[in-house]
């Protein structure tokens, strides 16, 4: 079969396609024909080697896919896999596999599991976010942010979502928010209070997000790029809360109820990724120096 492997950490041009043998799954695993790859930030990072987690080297990259399950049929998604998802096949543990509607495509598939888990994560087992709150997204065009739009919305939440292109602030109010603001213009905060802020980029939000918090507001860091100063008093005058996330830390049952969730919302037609950009599995490298550009819109594929 082939795959995408890096056989040393560095820059998007480690990433290569080669022929590999493939995996054969044991008792308790389960083998998936990929159909789509969905592409994360995270991998990015890994891959140059500046993250904390660093796998074995030579690796094959990624956690979610798409694809059909090997000897029964089965139309599945994944988060998490034993042998990477940039591949024509992978193999996963049973738990890492989870069941995809027939009203969602094998694209959509590819772009739920880590920012859709990501999301779920952040607005409710994080911020405790209840119905009638008010939710900023702050980089609500991109794979996350989409989909906490999404959440949002269906559990009754007030939302406000910030997108810095014509382009992607159309497509967050098509996701269901009540309003969009350009976090590329001055003063876009003016007038603006919420009780819960999911923030993307917290080195260079993060100082703005406290002084736009109600009494006993959340804030749920789930991206940042570098250092940031804040001033405490924003904190302590609110009684608010910063709280950050990794999604690799959520304990078994925690994504078990993620995933419940996604199925659930999937199957109610509240959830509906949004893929930005397909790619074929060759072009990789590309697609990770896409996923780090500003102005993102909906998901990147990579098709085998």
């Known amino acids: 079969m082939k795959a995408i492997r890096v056989h040393q950490f560095g820059g998007p041009d480690v990433l290569r396609l080669e022929e590999t043998p493939a995996p054969k799954p044991a008792r308790g695993q389960v083998l998936v024909r990929v159909k789509a790859v969905g592409v994360n930030p995270v991998e990015t990072y890994i891959r140059s080697g500046g993250y904390a987690r660093k796998p074995a080297l030579p690796y094959t990259p990624g956690t979610d896919c798409a694809g059909i399950v090997e000897g029964t049929g089965e139309r599945v998604y994944t988060h998490g896999t034993i042998s990477g998802a940039y591949a024509e096949l992978v193999l996963c543990e049973e738990t890492q596999v989870h069941p995809l509607p027939a009203n969602v495509t094998l694209a959509q598939g590819a772009a739920l599991g880590i920012p859709y888990a990501t999301a779920f994560r952040a607005l409710f087992q994080k911020a405790r976010a209840i119905p009638g709150e008010t939710v900023l997204v702050h980089g609500a065009s991109g794979g996350v942010g989409i989909a906490a739009v999404q959440f949002a919305r269906a559990a009754r939440l007030n939302v406000i979502g910030t997108a810095g292109t014509e382009r992607g602030r159309k497509l967050v109010v098509e996701q269901g928010a009540h309003r969009v603001l350009d976090h590329r213009a001055p003063s876009y905060l003016d007038g603006i209070t919420a009780d819960v802020i999911i923030e993307m980029l917290a080195n260079v939000n993060l100082g703005k997000d406290l002084a736009v918090l109600a009494p006993r507001g959340r804030v749920v860091v789930v991206g940042s790029r570098g250092e940031v100063t ?75």
């Not at 993620?258 to 109610?268: D, E, K």
């Open 230 to 304: 804040v001033n405490p008093r924003e904190v302590m005058a609110r009684d608010a809360a910063i709280l950050g996330m990794v999604l690799f830390n959520a304990g078994e049952q925690e994504l078990a109820e993620a995933h419940a969730a996604i199925v659930a919302g999937l199957q109610r037609g509240d959830l509906r990724p949004v893929v930005g950009k397909e790619l074929p599995l060759a072009e990789a490298s590309r697609a990770h120096q896409l996923v780090m550009e500003p102005g993102s819109y909906g998901k990147i594929v990579l098709v085998p």
